[in-house]
Every structure is written in C-alpha cells, then in structure tokens.
C-alpha cells in the first residue's frame, strides 16, 4: 500500500533531516524515566509492556510443561507427585491461554500495528489502551501468587461440581484472576473495534485494508461478545463456591452440565481468539515474502467474519459424551464441519498466493510455511474431533490434546514468532541475526512434531489426558514426545535470547528493510511517537506490488479526491 | 522390542470396526491433503524462489471459480463425513432388546459395578462374550467418565442424573477401563480391566461371587422404609390402613406414561424414579397430593437403582 504523507509546510525539511540522523526522536527515546514507560499511553510502549509480560508468562507456562513432560517420560509417576501434577497441568493451561495465548498477537502485534496499518495516530481509547495492561497484570499477579501458594488443580476447564465443592485448592481466587483479566480482553476488544471504525485514514476503505486489520477485528468482535459470557460463568461458580448457592452442584440443586454450556459458549470462540490472529499475521507475511497481493483478498477477509460467527454456534461438540441430546448433538456436529470450509479457503489462498510469486525465505517466511503445513494438521484432526461417532472414542484422550497444540501452538505460536521477527525492526530498529533465525525455526518445528505427533497415536490407542500415571504400553509415545518437548524449548529459548541481543547489536534496519508494502513500512523505524509526520491519505490497494496485469485499471473515485482536503 | 508396542488399539466390539473404518478414511483423507498442500507449498516455494535475477511477481487479483472449487470440495466432504458419523453413530445409541442390564456407581476414585443377578465389583467389569451390556451410570460425587478404549465407547457419568451407554464385546480378553474426565487427585488410578469371557466361564465366575438381585435388595428396601404404607404393590389393595392408598399404585407402571397433576406427562424410568425419591414434588402423579417426604441423604445412589430395580420388576396394570 502506498501512501503520501502530506507533512505541513514549513517542518518537512527539519522532519526529513532529523529522520535521517543518528539522534532523531523515536517512540522508545520519547521519555526515559520508568513513568514514561507505566503511565504511557502511547500504543507502541504498551505493545511492548505486552511483550516482556507476555514472554515472562510465556516461561512460566513453559516451565509447568517441562515438568509435565519430565513426569510423563516413564509410566509411573517418580518427578511428581499426583496433587502437584494435577496443579502443574492446570496452571499450564491457565497461564498459557489467558495470559499468553489470548492477548499474544491482538496486544503486542495488534497494538503495535492496528493504528499504523490504518494510518492513526493512535488506538481511539489510549488510557483504556492502559486501563486494559493494567488489568492484565492484576489478573497476572493473582495467578502468580496462587501458583505460589500452592497452585489451582480443577484443570484450566474448571468443570463443576469438581471445582465448585470437591477441589481442596485455590479456586476462588483463580476464578478472580480470570475474572479479572477477561476484562483485560473486552477492553482491548473494544477499542480495536472502535479504532477500526473511526480512524482509517482518508482514502482507506475497508476492502483496502490490510488482512491483518480484518483478522484483529473479527477477534475483537468475539472478545467483546464471548468474554462477558466467562465473566458471568466464573462469577456464578465463584457465587457457588463461597457461598455455597446451588447452581451446577446437583446436591444442593444444580446441574454440572449446565457449567459445561457456560463455559463452552466461551471457551470455543475463545479459540477462535487465539487463532483469527495468528490467521491475519499470515496473510501479511505470505503477501511481504511473495511480493504479491493476497489471493483473493475478499474470500480471505470474509473468511476471518465467517469463522467468528460459526465460532458461536459449535460449543456443543464439548459435550458429545456428557449425555446432552442426540439431536443437539447432530446440529453441533454439522456445524463444526462447516467451520472447515472457510478455514480450507485460508489455507488455500495462501497456497495460492505463492505462484508465481518472488519468495524469500526468510525467518518470518519458514514459521509461515511451517504454519501452513501445521494448521491443515490442526485443522483437519479437528474434523475427526466433530464426528460424533469418532469423538465418542479420544475425546478426552492426547489426541485431543495433540490436536489443540497443532492449532494453538503449531499454528499460532508460529504465526506470533513469524510476526514477532517480520515487524521486530520495525518495532526496534534492528535487525534480529537472520542465520540464527531460520535454525531456531527449523529447531522449533522438528521438535514441535516430535512432541505432538506421538500424542496423536497414543490418544488413539486410548491415553486419556490429565493422566499421572498411565499404563505400561504408552510408554514408547510419551518419551518421544518428552524427548520433542526439549527439542522444543532450546527451539524456544533461542529467540529469547538473540531478539534481546538484537535490540543492542543487531544490524540497523531502515524503514523498510523486507521492501513490504503496507503503511508500517512507509514511516521510521522505530516509529516516532505520533507515527506520522502528518496526515494520511491512501490511494491504493493492500498489497499494491505492482498492477495486475490484464485488469482493469483501478479508478479513483472524486470522492477519494475531497476526503484529501477534509 | 518394537513388536511390543502397540500402534492400534484392540478392536474387541461389535462398534469398533465401524469406528475405526470411519478413523482411517480420515487418516488417509489428512495425509492426503497434508501431502497435496505441503507438496504444493514447498514446490511453489522453491521454483519461485527469488533467485535474484530481475523476475518480478506478477500480480494475481484472484479467481472466484477456483474459490468455489475450493469451497465446495470442502463442503462437500465434510458434509459426507457428518452423514456417516451420524449413521454409525445413531445406530449404536440404542442397545438391542437382548442386552443384559447392570448398574455403575462412580465416586472418587473407584467404580462400582452390580451385575444383575447381585454380584458387585469394584474397578473391574467381567463379561461375557457376545452379549449386548447396558451400563446405567451416576455418580456420587464428581463428573467422571466410563471409557473402554477397546470398545470405542465413552460416555460421562454425572452426579444427579443417569446416563446409559450399551457395546457388545466380540474378542475374549483383557482390556482397559479408565476414567476419562478429569475428577481429582486419584484421577489417572481410577479404572480397572474389563475381562471379556466365554459364556460359560461368566456363569462360572458369576456363581463363584454373592450378592443379592438389585430387585431383591430393592424389595427389602423398600419394606425397611416402610413406602408400602403408601405405595400400594398390588393393584386389588384399595385402601391402606383404613383410607386410600396416599401414594400412586407402584406395579406394572415402569415404562408405561403416567399424568401429571398440572397437566402434562411423564414416562416413568429410572430417572423420574430417583427423581421422584429424591424431589417428591417435582411432578406429582394426577390425582395425588403432594405429600411425600424427600429421601435425600438418606439413601445412596446404588439403593435409588436398587429400589428402581424393585419397580420395574412389579407385574400388573396401572
């Protein structure tokens, strides 16, 4: 996308020749005290207040993992004991989905880039921009103090009457925690959508938009419409907890199944929240490392919509097994199957996007195509998980689990790395070390495999998850995947170690240093406190590498004209 | 060492080959699209690999035929797999007329099983081969979950309610039982071995082992809470103590529709039994007061099941 910056007459010269020296002011030198940095309302700095919270959470989840995996090398249960296991799991679930699944791309990638991609200054509400970081680290904090104290174990699914009255742990205040943070959410959710609306520059329409913008706002849609429903769910159970009012335990009155429906009207958009992103990131790498517009840039947009509006309607393939209606069962059913179709017009797209295309391989480029190749995985063990007839079979079991991780970790931890290292010079100015970039790709997705794909046949051979101790003959597939897990994590550790080096010695990156189309690329990098120089009028396509040849010449319509004057 | 590992499960149900035919397809429909896409990503990746030379992408706007392709083969398989799912699924959910009925309490962390003729086990279950088994399931206390992966069945079991799950094993063996949802501490130690035998060594085993018939244990229930002084069991009493039976004639009316006071009803099954046990007021037979004190905490699950058992084993018309 090009652009032009009308700079105000009389300052583009200074502008020009401050952008050009060693000292021009940056959104990072713009204050230094550490209140610059925690009352800030600038979206970049809480973007990146985002990203060390996000990665400090992303060890600790991390760290639960490597003790699961360590217990689960042999059979018999010799790291840990079964309450310190049940805690472990639950508090990897809890940490790495609200903590860093939910908020890893719309707030650290999302806030970044949303209000540059669609030439703002900043998001429409920048303290409730704060508002919202704040909130996350209070949750944060609480979740912290409780793995402390001895640690949550009703797994991250808090399924009554379990949790409700059996669970001798911290549910209470876990069910504050989150609580809490789902606010976090909702305000994030609120503000993208808002920002979306009301602040593209003149000239960009919503068919010029990035799919990227499309993806942060299909997922805002669903933050704002899906968490509240998490919020009363967990108030309720907390109600039910403390206060022993009879809503799911069925000894004083409830019904646990209802728990299930709450939670599940929440939790399955809510994966939809941690995947739509990770879906927009794609499109900008896929289009950036090709050189090529989005194949079928409408189909993909819409594609983002169609999936959070189906994510609504398919809780129900949760409770196949819980005794629900036959015929409630069947409509779920059906209805996941159709969320298959537009997530295969993504992956296809994509696909398509690269021919004919002038591909680099590059670091961003290897975690894209290794997403491609993961999600279809994850996508397509999905469709296995929604026939009611095979689900009845490993629902429950590490097939279950193998399929999740393809998709919320192969899929999306990939997309956040590969979008992490494609805007990382924009971000800070500097280039991440390139040769070490792509072993640590190929590193995290060799031991990605590895880990997951043994989970695949031990769930159907009938492993159940959340298993201490499991029989003798699951013991081949559990230490391959122990021995993928450490692959793995050195696969992990090495961004976090060379992207903090990177921002001291990497090479200087220039505005543009990928030659990607797209506003971010068009201004400093970093950017300056305001993004722009000035106003911002757009008069092209997303992804304008070049004219299509054989098509019609785009038009520009008058009315483009006198938005440029407003 | 390798010929020890199992990569499949055993396949020891009349449900399993139907399971497992619709798992493969799957398993080659994934590796085929796996192979295709990878295939295709890899091979577009390296021949247009930017080789420096002056080569410009060229610029595709899209193409909606080829969406619509792309769409419909989707829709298409899917559709279909939906379809046959459903089938296989739906003519499995009704166990056949012959089956043998028995009864499964969960608690943390055990199951506990009653065969019809009386005789209980604790984790395990011992059947005989070739014969429908249909599980009536609660629990106690928590959710937990039947799952014998060698059947290819599972199904929940959920305090204040009955779930039923039926399989007619076809290979004499051992398998495992577990507990597939997640209920606490003893979680992953709560299950046992299903061992599939040859008629005639069930009745064996079975006439080794005691225990009283359910209906048996139900009828001595059912007269240490004294319900007969309400509850007539036999259709000629008319009057109880000098007045008319307060409670609605309990023979012959299991299965069979009963009206409700208010309007509306109710088949009575296990469910509206314990029900009607556990809430007497709920839903009141028609023409009845609603007078009947609850037997919350004073009866367990498996006496609800045995009183049920008592009831459906009255003969006579409503």
Redesign the interface.
């Given at each position: 996308m090009s652009s032009t910056t009308h700079t105000p007459p009389g300052q583009s010269r200074e502008a020009h020749a401050s952008a050009a020296s060693e000292e021009r002011s940056t959104y990072l030198t713009d204050g230094y005290g550490w209140k610059s940095w925690l009352l800030t309302v600038d979206h970049k700095r809480i973007a990146v207040l985002y990203l060390i919270s996000i990665s400090f959470f992303f060890l600790i989840g991390g760290s639960f993992a490597v003790l699961m995996r360590l217990e689960l090398a042999t059979p018999k249960g010799d790291v840990v004991d079964a309450e310190t296991y049940n805690r472990l799991f639950t508090m990897h679930g809890i940490v790495m989905i609200f903590f860093f699944l939910v908020p890893s791309i719309p707030a650290v990638l999302g806030n970044f880039l949303v209000p540059i991609m669609i030439g703002a200054r900043d998001l429409a509400f920048p303290k409730i921009n704060l508002i919202s970081w704040y909130i996350y680290v209070v949750g944060g904090l609480i979740t912290l103090w409780i793995a402390i104290s001895g640690g949550v174990d009703t797994g991250w699914t808090f399924y009554t009457p379990y949790s409700s009255t059996y669970s001798n742990s911290q549910v209470a205040m876990t069910a504050i925690g989150v609580f809490i943070t789902g606010f976090s959410s909702i305000l994030t959710g609120l503000n993208f959508i808002v920002t979306i609306h009301k602040m593209r520059a003149p000239g960009l329409t919503w068919f010029r938009l990035p799919l990227f913008i499309w993806a942060q706002y299909a997922t805002a849609l669903i933050m704002v419409l899906a968490t509240p429903v998490l919020a009363t769910t967990i108030f309720l159970l907390g109600l039910e907890r403390i206060f022993r009012i009879g809503i799911f335990d069925p000894t004083i009155g409830g019904d646990p199944v209802l728990f299930q429906h709450l939670f599940w009207f929440y939790s399955h958009p809510a994966v939809y929240i941690m995947i739509l992103p990770g879906m927009g990131v794609m499109s900008e790498l896929i289009a950036a490392f090709t050189k090529k517009r989005v194949f079928g840039y409408s189909f993909v947009a819409f594609s983002s919509l169609a999936i959070a509006i189906l994510g609504f309607m398919v809780w129900g393939h949760h409770m196949f097994t819980t005794g629900q209606s036959p015929y409630a069962s069947m409509v779920f059913s059906v209805l996941t199957m159709l969320v298959a179709v537009p997530s295969a017009v993504k992956v296809f797209n994509w696909t398509a996007t690269l021919y004919k295309g002038s591909i680099e391989m590059t670091t961003p480029m290897l975690y894209a195509v290794a997403f491609i190749g993961l999600f279809t995985i994850g996508g397509l063990t999905g469709v296995f998980l929604g026939i009611m007839a095979v689900d009845r079979h490993v629902h429950d079991t590490y097939f279950v689990v193998a399929h999740f991780h393809y998709v919320m970790v192969g899929s999306m931890v990939m997309a956040f790395l590969g979008g992490l290292h494609f805007w990382w010079p924009k971000m800070f100015g500097r280039m991440y070390p390139e040769a070490l970039g792509r072993f640590a790709a190929i590193i995290v997705f060799v031991g990605f495999n590895l880990t997951f794909m043994p989970q695949f046949i031990v769930g159907f051979q009938g492993m159940p998850r959340r298993y201490h101790v499991y029989p003798e003959e699951f013991g081949v597939f559990n230490l391959l995947s122990s021995a993928g897990a450490s692959i793995l994590g050195v696969g992990y550790l090495m961004p976090m170690l060379y992207l903090p080096w990177s921002l001291k010695w990497g090479k200087k990156a220039g505005p543009n240093p990928w030659g990607a189309k797209g506003l971010e690329w068009t201004i400093e990098s970093p950017p300056i406190t305001h993004n722009f120089h000035g106003p911002v009028v757009v008069d092209e396509e997303a992804y304008a590498y070049g004219e299509i040849p054989h098509a019609p010449k785009f038009v520009e319509r008058p009315e483009e004209e006198s938005k440029v004057v407003r | 060492m390798w010929k020890?590992?199992?990569?499949?499960?055993e396949s020891a149900s009349t449900i399993a080959p139907?399971?497992d035919l619709?798992?493969w397809f799957?398993v080659a429909?994934?590796v085929f699209?796996?192979v295709l896409?990878?295939g295709?990503?890899?091979g577009?990746?390296s021949y247009?690999?930017?080789r420096n030379d002056g080569?410009?992408?060229?610029?595709?706007?899209?193409?909606t035929s080829?969406?619509l392709l792309?769409?419909g083969i989707?829709?298409v398989i899917?559709?279909a797999?939906?379809a046959?799912?459903?089938i296989?699924?739906?003519a499995?959910?009704k166990a056949p007329a012959d089956c043998i009925d028995m009864t499964v309490v969960g608690k943390?962390w055990m199951w506990k099983v009653q065969h019809p003729t009386g005789v209980r086990e604790i984790n395990d279950l011992h059947i005989p081969v070739g014969q429908a088994i249909r599980l009536t399931m609660t629990s106690e206390?928590?959710?937990h979950?039947y799952?014998i992966?060698?059947f290819?069945?599972?199904?929940?079991v959920?305090?204040?309610?009955y779930?039923q799950m039926w399989f007619e094993p076809t290979k004499v063996g051992t398998y495992?039982i577990?507990?597939?949802?997640?209920?606490?501490?003893?979680?992953?130690?709560m299950g046992g071995m299903v061992t599939v035998m040859e008629r005639v060594d069930y009745e064996r085993w079975l006439s080794g082992a005691t225990g009283e018939a359910p209906e048996v244990a139900g009828k001595n229930l059912f007269e240490s809470m004294r319900c007969a002084s309400c509850h007539p069991i036999d259709p000629a009493t008319k009057d109880i103590g000098g007045a008319p039976p307060r409670g609605p004639l309990l023979a012959g009316i299991y299965g069979h529709e009963i009206d409700l006071k208010g309007g509306g009803k109710q088949v009575v099954n296990d469910e509206y039994i314990r029900e009607s046990i556990l809430k007497p007021q709920a839903k009141v037979v028609l023409n009845y007061e609603p007078v009947m004190p609850s037997y919350d905490g004073q009866l367990g699950e498996e006496q609800i099941l045995q009183l049920a058992a008592y009831i459906k084993s009255l003969k006579g018309t409503p």
């Open positions: - | 020890d590992i199992p990569i499949l499960p139907h399971v619709i798992w799957l429909l994934t699209f796996v896409i990878g295709v990503v890899v577009l990746a247009y690999r930017n080569r410009k992408a060229v610029q595709i706007e899209g193409s080829l969406e792309w769409s989707p829709l899917v559709l797999l939906f046959w799912g459903t296989v699924y739906v499995t959910l943390q206390d928590v959710i979950s799952f992966p060698a290819r069945v599972k199904q929940d959920v305090p204040g309610r779930t495992h577990f507990c597939a949802e997640y209920c606490g501490t003893g979680h992953s130690a």
